[in-house]
Each structure stands twice: as structure tokens, then as C-alpha cells.
């Protein structure tokens, strides 16, 4: 059987609105290519190949809220974003409030599911696996936490805490997904005292990034190197 192939590009100096504009486009021809494949015959879907994407980003500060989230999980007013120069954008993803800013790979899988699995569960539980999988190669375990998406760390000897570093919120239509993760690598943590991250109240979580794990920071191009490695080799698809 013939592997998916995806394209992955890194894309750097757009807006928060210029990136949710650029992967709603790709998710649209997505769909439509999909829906004209009906009419084709065998050797033009052979020759046709879908043009999945899997986009890598750093976005300057901005706090988005899922269609399931609730604004008074944002603890700061509009003036208060304005000086602190921090967009906010209400989206299309579940979940609920989360950051994107520097030293964060935001990425976006926009995947038709249906050239992989059709399994909204999977396709969580196999996002969650890159991170995990790439934490491993720093020495970190992370873990899943029932009830929660997302990629955590244990209590250990120097926290009790179980501390979030990587977020997971994603769209999918026709089975063509859009949205994905947000993975703290050297992430200024202290945007998330300014929300509820993800919504969450409870004293015994909070969030971290790979550079507060290590004591050091580590180059985003590095991580992002790993993880779409990583991403390939699960999801079984061929990089182009």
C-alpha cells in the first residue's frame, strides 16, 4: 500500500490570523480535492496525489480560546492584552484556552484522515505519541492524564507537581483536520498565569516547557527536526 505523502514547511513572520487564514485555505482544498475524487477514475487518483500538510510555527504572543472554552478562563481585560501587546482570537478547535508564542512550536497537522484512520481518538492519541516519543530522546517521560488531552510529566523529586508541556485542540471536517498542539519548548511560562490553561483548576497541575525540564534552552529547529521525524514514522506517511 502506497504511504500518504505530506509536505512540511516551517512557516515564520505571519500573524496569528495569517496562519489560521493559510491552513484554513489548505484545509479547504483538502476537502474539495476530496470531493472531486469521486469523479475520477483509478489511474487519475493515482496520479493525483493529496497534498496533506504539516506545518510548524513560532507565533508571536496570543491566546486562543477552543469553541468549547470559556472567555472567563482569559483573566486579563482588553486594555490589559493591548499593553501587553497580546492578540486573543476565538477559534474553531476544541478545547478551551490555551498560548502560542515565542520559544512554542505551534503545529498544524492538516491531514484527510481518510488517506490514514478515520478515528478522532487515534489521531489525538498518535499526536500525543510524537510528544512523548520526542521527550524520551531529551531523558523526559511524558505521560497521558485520563480525562485530559495533552502531554504531561510525573510529580518527580523536584515537583509535585504534574506539569503540562505540550496542549492538544484540533477541527476536523469531511475528516480533514485542522489545528493541532502546542509544545512548550522554551516557552516564557508566565503568559499562562495571565489565563486558565486549558481550563484547568486544580493545585496539583500546571504547565512547563522542555527548557525548564532541562535546565537549558534547546533550539526550536532541533525539536522540530525530531518531532516531524517522529510524526512520520507513527503516522506512516512519506515526507515530500
Known amino acids: ?27 479547504k482544498q483538502l476537502v474539495e480535492r476530496k470531493l472531486q475524487k469521486r469523479d475520477w477514475t483509478e489511474s487519475e487518483k ?13 507565533h508571536s504572543p496570543v491566546f486562543t480560546l477552543g469553541k468549547s472554552g470559556s472567555i472567563d478562563h482569559l483573566l486579563l481585560t482588553d486594555a490589559e492584552l493591548a499593553t501587553g501587546h497580546i492578540e486573543f482570537f476565538k477559534i474553531n478547535r476544541g478545547g478551551d484556552i490555551t498560548y502560542h508564542g515565542p520559544g512554542q512550536i505551534t503545529g498544524y497537522p492538516i491531514f484527510d484522515l481518510d488517506e490514514f484512520f478515520t478515528d478522532v481518538h487515534k489521531y489525538v492519541r498518535m499526536i ?10 531529551y ?21 509535585d507537581q504534574y506539569r503540562k ?7 476536523l471536517s469531511r475528516w480533514v483536520s485542522m489545528h ?14 495571565k489565563i486558565i ?18 535546565g537549558r534552552e534547546v533550539p526550536l529547529q532541533e525539536v522540530g527536526g525530531k518531532l516531524v521525524s517522529v510524526f512520520a514514522d507513527l503516522f506512516e506517511f512519506e515526507l515530500v
Open 1 to 27: 500500500m502506497t504511504q500518504p505523502k505530506v509536505h512540511f514547511q516551517w512557516v515564520k513572520g505571519l500573524t496569528y490570523q495569517e496562519v489560521w487564514d493559510f491552513q484554513t485555505g489548505i484545509h
Open 46 to 58: 493515482n496520479l493525483k496525489d493529496q497534498k496533506n500538510q504539516l506545518i510548524f510555527c513560532e
Open 128 to 137: 500525543e505519541e510524537a510528544i512523548i516519543q520526542v521527550l524520551a530522546l
Open 139 to 159: 531523558g523526559l517521560k511524558g505521560e497521558r492524564i485520563d480525562s485530559y488531552t495533552g502531554v504531561w510529566l510525573p510529580p518527580n523529586e523536584t515537583s
Open 165 to 171: 508541556i505540550c496542549a492538544i485542540g484540533v477541527h
Open 180 to 193: 493541532g498542539f502546542a509544545f512548550n519548548i522554551n516557552t516564557d511560562l508566565d503568559y499562562f498565569n
Open 197 to 214: 490553561p486549558c481550563g484547568i483548576v486544580d493545585e496539583n497541575k500546571t504547565v512547563t516547557s522542555l527548557a525548564k525540564e532541562l
